[in-house]
């Protein structure tokens, strides 16, 4: 069995010759979600290895990416519909190592009652799809499961794909080659749970924040990162929650403070100041300290106050740049 493995994974090198560095879950979402709009073959492929027979005979009708629900997100979400005009929905979590969130599945399957009290969908399946290494093949709590080496397979033995094959198959064979030499993250639930609390807050009070739904995190995570805020290139807006700090962070730039100063300096308000954060600097305001190993309720007022400071910051550096 070891020996059959190890054949396998050298017959997947061999195919996968392009080296693809930094494979993160956003390319598998964006290869899955390319393969369901523009190959019926490949979708009546996932569906039935899913089982999922009432979908055989459907053709895919709409397909979506990073769906945001009250319940959280979905990575994938792809519609079929047959020829007797009834619907189903495919709700699918991709994970290359990243842990689970809380009652993940569970909120998934929420997700998919709705769609079919609301919008009157026939049925629906979750699905997760992950390297064969990730947590040994378990399902997780999701209806079905698909591994990216079956998915590795159904590509390698594609003959009508031309050369970008070739590339596909490589991203596939990174991804699983970083789940098989990387590793998952020991989550701590209670951190996880901070997390997950603050990004529903942030949801209500500071959608421009556009904060995606968080990963399960393991103990000491406590640097919010808004990557998707709208902000220039090289600058991310940050909350370092037990600091107690609301950072505009421009990357590379801790020893060009005085350049900073000349730019900025004179349209600072009183509770901002520039100072350097490892190799970075930053336009900072602080905020009061939070703990990450306590309960978000008996936080929650410092935790808004702490946001709709953050969302001052970020509307002045936005205003700024606008006007430049």
């Not at 009652?103 to 799809?129: F, P, W």
Request: contains cysteine; aromatic residues 12%; proline residues 3%.
């Amino acid at each position: 069995m070891y020996n059959q493995e190890l054949n396998k994974r050298k017959q997947m090198r061999e195919i996968g010759a392009i080296a693809i560095a930094g494979v993160s879950e956003r390319d598998i979402d964006l290869l899955l979600l390319e393969e369901f709009i523009a190959s019926p073959d490949f979708a009546s492929w996932f569906v039935a290895q899913i089982g999922f027979e009432e979908a055989a005979n459907a053709l895919v009708t709409d397909a979506k990416r990073s769906v945001t629900h009250s319940t959280g997100e979905s990575d994938l979400e792809i519609l079929f519909i047959d020829n007797a005009s009834r619907s189903f929905k495919l709700l699918i979590e991709n994970k290359v190592g990243a842990g689970f969130q809380p009652m993940q599945a569970q909120r998934y399957r929420e997700r998919g009652e709705n769609y079919k009290k609301r919008y009157q969908i026939s049925d629906y399946r979750t699905v997760l799809v992950a390297p064969t290494s990730y947590f040994s093949g378990d399902f997780k709590g999701f209806d079905a499961r698909i591994n990216y080496e079956d998915i590795f397979e159904w590509f390698a033995s594609n003959t009508s794909m031309g050369n970008q094959k070739q590339y596909k198959l490589s991203l596939l064979h990174s991804a699983i080659e970083k789940s098989t030499f990387g590793y998952q993250t020991v989550a701590d639930a209670v951190v996880t749970e901070f997390w997950h609390s603050y990004w529903k807050l942030a949801q209500q009070i500071a959608p421009e924040f556009e904060m995606p739904e968080p990963s399960s995190k393991p103990a000491g995570s406590s640097f919010i990162y808004f990557t998707r805020a709208n902000t220039p290139k090289g600058t991310v807006l940050c909350h370092k929650l037990v600091h107690g700090f609301f950072d505009i962070q421009f990357a590379g730039m801790g020893d060009q403070l005085a350049e900073l100063r000349e730019q900025f300096g004179s349209m600072l308000t009183d509770n901002m100041q520039i100072e350097k954060a490892g190799k970075s600097a930053v336009i900072r305001i602080n905020v009061p300290k939070l703990s990450i190993a306590d309960s978000f309720e008996i936080q929650l007022d410092v935790v808004a106050a702490s946001i709709q400071a953050g969302k001052q910051l970020l509307a002045w550096f936005q205003q700024l740049v606008a006007s430049r």
